[in-house]
């Protein structure tokens, strides 16, 4: 069954009509292209003047002693929820593991089952008024700077899609509005904001004034169930539904999950998960992923398992659709390979200190960076099926690639697993020891990337992506990939590439320029094995 979407978004019936795209359809792609397509890192990320305003303004009331002190407590607060959480891992192990359980399935919450549960864990709705400058000061530069970086991957590789309704569960100050309408400041019509502590309220009240000629309609709430009550459920569909450092707040993986199916239920298109970049925040989105891609494999098999029985049943636009995908960070649906390795995915963004932070958390007697790295695990999760795209270096003319050649081996690439079945390469490890003779050859082979259309990454399986820091050893670039198994994208795999510029003159110019969080093309054997 299919449901037209909205807000430009490609209709679910168009979506799985084009999920099948002939492999002679797609134009080749040149180096240059392969490099622009890949490139996800924006590098240093400024706050826009606009926001840096708007916190500079509501953070007036308070002094610098105030806000020092209340940032100290709440970054003790925080650290001592992420031991009390990696306790509680250990004690009670993984309450709902369904990446190998898949065939655990409770049933599906109802909204009427929120009103007996209860949501709003103490965590969530305990910010004070001072608590709540401190996270102004502090944190929501940072959390901005992760989620503008999710939103813009959505926005390239999805160069279609303009949401016009979304949903904000946990929205906090409203630093996810913020970056929704840097990210598409023309599409968003209505937004719904779900959040239980009034001191954030405020707070977003305040910082959202700000974006008065962007934001023509919000409306707030302290939960989803107020939000079920007061909505009609004709307006209760979204293009975009966003769970951005929410869903750690709440105390148990069950309330999580039961949390999430509700989210996913009022997305019409897209659901955004960000969590903090820790073993626990990523270990939330991973298990999210995994129910959500479960619950719909298992929805799919019952409609097939249906329409066996009833051949000649007519499929009607305007009903729900069924299946899902990621579209980031992984390039496969299967389980995540990185589970019961000790490894957990996440990224990192670095972003300039806004003044605010310089004055919240310079100590005295000690000296503070410009610049800090915010770590963050997400998943992009869009309803359809995942499209059958040709994968990025089959689209490349082989006498393109030979001409970047020195010799004619092509075996340039080798994948490396260590005896005991785990992958090394962590963030931070990277080295560069290239010699200056290296450095200068990689120099004068430069494209001029900047000519030509910019190549966009499609949303096939095709593309892999670096989940460690590159590692620079000579003149080796050592890649840890997270990789689709099958060109279906049903399985994924972990895989260590070694390229050398002098088997893969191309590859290795491409690696060397790639950063943690870049894509990595994938394809034909003879370029990359």
């Known amino acids: 069954s299919l449901r037209s979407r909205k807000g430009g978004s490609v209709s679910a019936g168009a979506a799985k009509m084009g999920s099948v795209v002939a492999?002679?359809?797609?134009?080749?792609?040149?180096?240059?292209?392969?490099?622009?397509?890949?490139?996800?890192?924006?590098?240093l990320l400024r706050i826009p003047p606009k926001l840096q305003s708007a916190i500079a303004a509501f953070l007036e009331d308070y002094s610098t002693h105030e806000?020092?002190?209340?940032?100290?407590?709440?970054?003790?607060?925080?650290?001592?929820?992420?031991?009390?959480?990696?306790?509680?891992?250990?004690?009670?192990?993984?309450?709902?593991?369904?990446?190998?359980?898949?065939?655990?399935?409770?049933?599906?919450?109802?909204?009427m089952f929120q009103r007996r549960s209860h949501f709003r864990s103490n965590r969530f709705s305990k910010y004070r008024e001072l608590d709540t400058a401190a996270y102004v000061a502090a944190r929501m530069p940072a959390v901005y700077s992760a989620v503008h970086r999710v939103f813009q991957e959505v926005s390239r590789r999805l160069p279609d899609f303009k949401p016009s309704c979304v949903m904000d569960y946990g929205s906090g100050p409203g630093t996810s509005m913020w970056a929704l309408c840097e990210v598409w400041p023309e599409s968003i019509q209505h937004a719904h904001l779900v959040e239980p502590s009034q001191c954030m309220s405020y707070a977003r009240r305040n910082l959202l004034q700000g974006l008065k000629d962007v934001l023509l309609d919000v409306s707030s709430f302290v939960s989803l169930e107020a939000f079920v009550r007061k909505i009609r459920p004709r307006d209760r569909c979204h293009n975009l539904v966003i769970a951005s450092y929410a869903l750690g707040e709440l105390n148990t993986d069950e309330d999580r999950i039961a949390v999430v199916r509700q989210l996913w239920g009022l997305t019409e298109d897209i659901l955004v998960i960000i969590e903090p970049g820790t073993?626990?925040?990523?270990?939330?989105?991973?298990?999210?992923?995994?129910?959500?891609?479960?619950?719909?494999?298992?929805?799919?098999w019952r409609q097939r398992k249906k329409d066996e029985r009833s051949p000649e049943t007519v499929v009607e636009l305007g009903e729900a659709t069924s299946g899902a995908f990621v579209v980031a960070p992984c390039a496969h649906d299967g389980i995540c390979p990185m589970d019961g390795t000790g490894k957990f995915c996440h990224f990192s963004q670095r972003l300039e200190r806004s003044a605010s932070q310089l004055l919240s958390k310079k100590l005295k007697g000690k000296s503070l960076r410009g610049f800090e790295d915010e770590k963050f695990a997400y998943v992009v999760i869009r309803r359809g099926n995942r499209p059958r795209m040709e994968w990025p270096l089959d689209r490349v003319d082989p006498e393109i690639m030979e001409e970047e050649q020195q010799k004619k081996s092509f075996y340039g690439v080798i994948v490396i697993e260590d005896r005991d079945g785990q992958y090394e390469g962590e963030e931070g490890v990277a080295t560069d020891t290239d010699d200056e003779d290296s450095v200068a050859d990689d120099e004068n082979t430069n494209d001029e990337e900047g000519e030509g259309p910019e190549e966009v990454a499609d949303v096939g399986s095709g593309w892999a992506r670096?989940?460690?820091?590159?590692?620079r050893r000579g003149r080796h670039v050592v890649l840890d990939?997270?990789?689709?198994?099958?060109?279906?994208?049903?399985?994924?795999?972990?895989?260590?590439?070694?390229?050398?510029?002098?088997?893969n003159k191309a590859l290795h110019f491409q690696a060397r320029r790639s950063r943690w969080g870049d894509l990595w093309p994938c394809g034909n054997p003879r370029t990359q094995r």
């Open 466 to 471: 670096i989940v460690f820091s590159p590692i």
């Open 67 to 111: 806000l020092k002190q209340s940032t100290f407590r709440l970054s003790e607060r925080m650290r001592k929820a992420k031991r009390v959480a990696a306790g509680e891992e250990e004690e009670e192990g993984d309450l709902l593991r369904f990446s190998q359980e898949e065939q655990f399935l409770p049933k599906a919450p109802s909204f």
């Open 23 to 43: 492999e002679g359809a797609q134009k080749s792609i040149s180096i240059a292209g392969l490099r622009a397509a890949a490139r996800h890192t924006p590098g």
């Open 481 to 503: 990939i997270c990789a689709a198994a099958e060109r279906d994208g049903s399985r994924g795999k972990l895989d260590r590439l070694v390229l050398t510029r002098s088997t």
């Open 279 to 300: 073993p626990q925040g990523s270990n939330i989105v991973r298990q999210a992923r995994s129910h959500i891609l479960a619950m719909e494999r298992k929805k799919v």
